[in-house]
C-alpha cells in the first residue's frame, strides 16, 4: 500500500459510487425511498473522504494541496460537503444526479496518485498559503453547486415554456427553489473566493512585491471574481432573479474551472 | 373457502345500468344484512359509488353463493339481473381478492389513482361492519385492501400528478414557485372556472387574492367568498407586476393581457416568475408572452396537454402498483388460508392425542407395574409416533393452503383421519 491516504479515499470512491447508483435510480426511475440509500453511502463516504485528507496530512506534514491528485480529492470533498448542506436545506434529490459524477471523477482522480513530488517546495509551503488555497476549493465547491443549479434552473424553465411536460419536468425542482440553492451557494461561494483572495493577495503582496498582479493567471482569477461580484451585485443591490442570473452562474463557473486548472501549482512568479 | 365477486363498473356497464344496481344510501345497511342471511353466504359487504357496484360475499361453498347473491339481487335488491348479464363480472377467490385490492388501490378507477375510491371502500367496509356482515376473513381482506391501497399510494407516484385541469394549474405553479405559501393571485373575470382554481390555489397556500372584474359588484362579490380584495381595472398593471399568478377568465373577444403591454411588467418584475393561467375561450392572454422571460402562459389547451402527460406517467407507475398488488394477493391468500387450516390442524392434534392415550390406557393392565422411567418411555415412544404421524398432513396443509386445491386437501385429510365438525 503506497499511502493510507489513497486506501481511506479508495473506500470513499467506492461509497460515492453506491450513492450515485442509488440517487440515479431514486430520481430516473422516481423512487423517493431509495435515496436514502444514496445518503447513506454519500456520508459515510464523506466521513472516510476526511479520514483519507487527514492521513495524507499526518504522512506529509503538509497541506493536502501538494499535487494536482490531492487537489482534486479536496476539491470533491468540499463539493459533497456543499450538496450535503444544500441537500438538507433544500431536499431535491435530483441535485445529486448532476453533482455525483463530477465528485467520483474528482475523486477517482485523486485516487489514482501516490504521493508523487509535491509542487510546493516547503519553504513556500506555508499554511497562510494552505489557508488561500483552501478557502479558493471552498469556494469553487460552492460555486460548482451555483453553476449545476443554474443549469438545471434553464432546463427547467424550458420544460415550463414548452408547456409539454418530460422526463425533465417531472424530475427537476421548482424554478423559484433552484434560483435560492443559487442564491444561498453564491453568497457562500462568493464570500469564500473574496476572502481567499484576500489573504492571497495580502501574503504575495508581503513576499513578492508587485509582479505577480501582472501574472495572466492571476489575472484570470480576478476577472471570474469581477463576473461573480456583477452576479452578487445584479442579485443583491438590482435583485435580479431567473434566467439571466443563471446564465451568470454558468459564466463565471466556465471561468472558476479554468482558473482551477491553469492554477493548480505553484503560480509562476512563485519560483525561485 | 372461497371469495365470490359480482359487480358492474364504467368499464363494462353505462350508466343507466349502473344506477339500478346502486344501494340506495339509507338502506345500504339493510341490503347487506339482507344479503348476508343468504343460504352459503358467512360474510358479505356491499361497495356502491357512481362508478361501480361490488357485491362481495364470502361462502364455504362457491355454487350455492353464487346462486344465494342472484336470489338476493332479484328479489331484495330489485336490480335487474337478467337484463345485466351481458354487463356483470364475477370474480373468485384469488381474482376476487386481486380485484378488491385493484379497486381500492385506485388502479380500477376511471381517472387512475384517483384518491376517493378508498374512502369508499372504508365506508362500504363500515356498512357492513356495522350491519354485522363481515366478522372473518373478508374482514381482513379488506383491511389489507386498505393497506394495500396505502402502500401503493405511498410508494409510488400513482396520485402525485394532477389530472383535473385546475389541479394542472396547481402543480404547475408549485412546478415554479415550489411552495404556494404567501404566492399573490390576481383573478381577472369572476367566472366559475377561476373561481376553482382560485380555491384550490388557495388551498395549497396561497395568501393575497385580487379580483379585477368588468362590474365591480361581481368583483366584490368574489373577493368577499376569498377574503381577497376587489380592484378596479385601471390598477391592472401594477397589480401584474406584484402578483405571481394570474388567472384570466374574462368574456372579452380579444386579448385582455397583450405582449406590448407585458414586456415593460417583464422587466420591472427582474426576472420573478409570472404564472398567467388564461382559462378564458376566446383567450385573454397573448399566447406571445410566453416567449418573454420568466412569463409562462399556459391556456386551457395546454392545461389539457399537461393533464394527459400526467395521466401517461400515473399508467406507467400503475404498472409499479399492479406488481405490489399481486405480491400482497399472495401474502393475503397464504395467510387466510393459513387461518382456515388452522382449526383443523389443530383438530388432528387432538383427536391424535386422545387416540394415544386411550391406547395406553387399554394396555396399561397387561404391561403391569412400571418404573416413572419406563412410563417416561412409554409417554415418549407413543408422543413421537403421533408427532411423526401428524407431521405430513399438517405440512401439506400448511403449504396448500394458497393453493387452489388447498380447500379439497383440508377434506380429504379431514376424511382420512375422520375429523368430524365440531
Known amino acids: ?272 | 373457502m372461497s371469495v365470490l365477486i359480482l359487480g358492474l363498473s364504467h368499464k363494462t356497464a353505462p350508466v343507466e345500468v349502473r344506477e339500478r344496481f346502486a344501494l340506495p344510501g339509507d338502506r345500504a345497511e339493510a341490503l347487506v344484512a339482507l344479503l348476508a342471511g343468504r343460504p352459503g353466504i358467512e360474510e358479505a359487504c356491499i361497495l356502491s359509488t357512481c362508478n361501480r357496484v361490488e357485491f362481495m360475499v364470502r361462502s364455504d361453498d362457491a355454487h350455492d353463493a353464487e346462486s344465494s347473491l342472484l336470489t338476493f339481487l332479484n328479489e331484495d335488491h330489485h336490480a335487474p339481473v337478467l337484463e345485466a348479464t351481458p354487463y356483470l363480472y364475477r370474480y373468485a377467490d384469488r381474482e376476487a381478492i386481486r380485484h378488491i385490492f385493484r379497486v381500492a388501490s385506485s388502479l380500477d378507477s376511471m381517472v387512475v389513482g384517483e384518491p376517493q375510491i378508498l374512502g369508499q371502500v372504508k365506508d362500504a367496509y363500515q356498512a357492513a361492519k356495522q350491519a354485522g356482515t363481515i366478522r372473518g376473513p373478508l374482514d381482513q381482506l379488506l383491511t389489507a385492501a386498505f393497506r394495500v391501497a396505502r402502500r401503493v399510494r405511498n410508494e409510488t407516484g400513482i396520485g402525485q400528478m394532477a389530472v383535473s385541469i385546475s389541479y394542472v394549474a396547481v402543480e404547475l405553479a408549485r412546478k415554479i414557485f415550489g411552495d404556494l405559501d404567501g404566492l399573490q393571485v390576481l383573478i381577472i373575470g369572476a367566472g366559475k372556472m377561476s373561481e376553482a382554481t382560485a380555491r384550490h390555489l388557495q388551498g395549497a397556500g396561497a395568501e393575497r387574492l385580487y379580483v379585477v372584474n368588468r362590474t365591480f359588484e361581481r368583483a366584490q362579490e368574489m373577493a368577499t367568498l376569498f377574503q381577497g380584495e376587489a380592484v378596479s381595472y385601471d390598477r391592472l398593471h401594477e397589480l401584474l407586476s406584484k402578483v405571481d399568478v394570474v388567472i384570466s377568465s374574462t368574456g372579452a373577444p380579444g386579448y385582455v393581457l397583450t405582449r406590448e403591454a407585458l414586456a415593460p411588467v417583464a422587466s420591472a418584475r427582474r426576472g420573478r416568475p409570472l404564472f398567467l393561467v388564461d382559462i378564458a375561450v376566446p383567450r385573454d392572454v397573448d399566447p406571445d408572452i410566453n416567449s418573454l422571460d420568466e412569463m409562462f402562459v399556459y391556456d386551457i389547451d395546454d392545461l389539457q396537454q399537461v393533464a394527459e402527460a400526467n395521466l401517461k406517467q400515473r399508467r406507467k407507475e400503475a404498472d409499479l402498483a399492479e406488481q405490489i398488488v399481486d405480491e400482497e394477493v399472495d401474502k393475503v391468500l397464504h395467510r387466510i388460508r393459513g387461518y382456515m387450516v388452522k382449526p383443523t390442524i389443530v383438530q388432528l392434534q387432538q383427536e391424535l392425542d386422545a387416540l394415544r392415550l386411550a391406547e395406553i390406557e387399554r394396555f396399561r393392565s397387561k404391561l403391569g407395574a412400571l418404573s416413572p422411567e419406563q412410563e417416561q418411555a412409554i409417554d415418549g415412544i407413543t408422543r413421537g409416533l403421533v408427532r411423526k404421524i401428524a407431521h405430513t398432513p399438517i405440512t401439506e396443509m400448511k403449504s396448500m393452503a394458497g393453493h387452489p386445491d388447498g380447500d379439497r386437501f383440508v377434506e380429504i385429510v379431514k376424511r382420512i383421519f375422520n375429523l368430524r365438525p365440531r
Open chain 1, 1 to 272: 500500500m503506497d499511502s493510507w491516504g489513497v486506501f481511506w479515499l479508495r473506500i470513499a470512491l467506492a461509497l460515492y459510487s453506491v450513492g450515485l447508483w442509488h440517487a440515479l435510480v431514486t430520481v430516473v426511475q422516481q423512487r423517493p425511498k431509495t435515496f436514502l440509500a444514496a445518503l447513506t453511502s454519500i456520508s459515510v463516504g464523506l466521513f472516510f473522504h476526511a479520514v483519507s485528507i487527514g492521513a495524507e496530512i499526518w504522512q506529509t506534514g503538509a497541506p493536502p494541496v501538494g499535487s494536482l491528485y490531492e487537489m482534486a480529492s479536496l476539491t470533491a470533498f468540499l463539493i459533497t460537503s456543499v450538496f450535503l448542506w444544500v441537500y438538507w436545506r433544500f431536499r431535491y434529490e435530483s441535485v445529486a444526479v448532476f453533482v455525483f459524477p463530477i465528485v467520483f471523477l474528482l475523486t477517482l482522480v485523486g485516487s489514482l496518485g501516490a504521493p508523487l513530488q509535491p509542487w510546493l517546495q516547503h519553504s513556500v509551503g506555508s499554511w497562510w498559503l494552505w489557508v488561500h488555497v483552501a478557502l479558493f476549493l471552498l469556494g469553487f465547491a460552492a460555486l460548482f453547486i451555483t453553476f449545476i443549479a443554474g443549469v438545471m434552473y434553464l432546463i427547467q424553465e424550458r420544460e415550463l415554456k414548452s408547456k409539454k411536460p418530460r422526463a425533465f419536468y417531472y424530475r427537476l425542482p421548482p424554478l423559484r427553489k433552484l434560483d435560492q440553492v443559487q442564491h444561498q451557494t453564491l453568497a457562500v461561494g462568493f464570500v469564500a473566493v473574496t476572502l481567499g483572495l484576500v489573504v492571497a493577495s495580502v501574503y504575495a503582496a508581503s513576499h513578492w512585491g508587485r509582479n505577480w498582479i501582472v501574472d495572466p493567471t492571476i489575472a484570470l482569477a480576478f476577472a471570474t471574481w469581477a463576473i461573480y461580484l456583477a452576479m452578487m451585485f445584479s442579485r443583491l443591490a438590482a435583485g435580479w432573479r431567473g434566467r439571466k442570473s443563471a446564465y451568470f452562474a454558468i459564466a463565471g463557473f466556465c471561468g472558476a474551472a479554468l482558473t482551477w486548472i491553469v492554477n493548480r501549482g505553484a503560480h509562476g512568479f512563485m519560483q525561485p
